[in-house]
């Protein structure tokens, strides 16, 4: 577990606004803090005020500008007042991150409830796309970028991970189908796919795991680490920092394409 310097990614988003879907405690928190470190102000979006305002008061307390929106991404009504009430506050968007996804069943695919698939889909996918068809007129006026966040579950198949790649692979797909269908209108859809994330769930994970083997959530992490070629796992900065890339214009020429994620655990 290596203790690495954070670069700075000051000035990349200066005078731009990016709004964020799915703004949990891991992964989106860091999208949200490391935006606004890059110079842009956050629109947060999820289901949950609370959570959106804890996040908000540490951007905030960083010396970043965000507005937080309470949105279902399942809802046509929910969706379009986001829309309307950050071009009403800010009058531009310029990035999109959709980070929203609904966890695994962790069922061989045999043992899962169709219903448990079909939720996955509605969330992942078409809540994803909702939230993009309402966005695109802000983003094709912008020029922007959109990005999805994916994840490694796309380069493997191992068992129990069937629903959530099911729903992962066709987010891939739409994005790519979307880079094409919205590139003349100079919007840029790229995808972002993290593997292990060490944040807090996998912490608390990894002590379960240790428990269950008697051993410790340092030889459990060396154990999982050892897959990859730098024989860590990224932290959530790290991946955040590849979305404020792609959100970018270092990454103007950039589209329909997935960066991973994973300290070299996969090779696309």
Known sequence: M???PVPTSAGLLAGRVVVVSGVGPGLGRS???RSAAAGATVVLAARTRSRLEEVA???TAAGGTTL???TDIGDDEAVDALVETTLAEYGRVDALVNN???????KALGRTDFEQISSSLDLTVLGTLRVIKAFTPALAEAEGAIVNLSSMVIRHSEPRYGSYKIAKSALLAMSQTLATELGGQGIRVNSVAPGYIWDDQLKWYFGEVAGKYGITV???YEQTAAR???KRLPEPDEIADVVVFLASALSRSVTGQTLDVNCGEYHA
Do not use: T, Y
């Not at 929203?100 to 962790?106: D, E, G, I, L, R």
């Open 68 to 70: 937080v929106v309470p």
């Open 2 to 4: 290596s203790e690495n």
């Open 100 to 106: 929203a996804f609904a966890m695994p069943s962790m």
């Open 31 to 33: 999208i949200c803090l």
């Open 228 to 230: 990859s070629d730098l």
């Open 57 to 59: 008061a540490e951007v």
């Open 218 to 220: 340092d030889q459990v």
